[in-house]
């Protein structure tokens, strides 16, 4: 079955960096985009990054645009998120999810189970 396994969350001081991981199996993975989404506490779910299955496109939202990077190692079935000059309003469950295309279209259908990221002095 579908399984997506992130991790690499934790607490970061503002201005540092943390890097997430999605280790994806079940499927394949060379075949499909992978986004990032977050959720903050009482707040909605924010797509945040999305990369298509080569690697040819990517998006960012413009709240992380110039400090997040979305990348993919498709031998490794991995998905990365390096966050770098993290802001307190970063603070978040980022979860790892995987697109029904290789591009965007069509919606997602598998989620992780989210990696907390916490940024506080």
């Known amino acids: 079955q579908v399984q997506l396994v992130e991790s690499g969350g934790g607490l970061a001081q503002p201005g540092g960096s943390l890097r997430l991981s999605c280790v994806a199996s079940g499927f394949t993975f060379s075949s499909y985009a992978m986004t990032w989404a977050r959720q903050a506490p009482g707040k909605g779910l924010e797509w945040v990054s999305g990369i298509y299955d080569d690697g040819s496109d990517t998006y960012y939202a413009d709240s992380v645009k110039g400090r997040f990077t979305i990348s993919r190692d498709n031998a490794k079935n991995t998905v990365y998120l390096q966050m770098n000059s993290l802001k307190p309003e970063d603070t978040a469950l980022y979860y790892c999810?995987?697109?029904?295309?290789?591009?965007?279209?069509?919606?997602?259908?598998?989620w992780g189970q989210g990696t907390q990221v916490t940024v506080s002095s």
């Open positions: 999810r995987k697109g029904r295309k290789p591009d965007y279209d069509g919606g997602f259908d598998y």
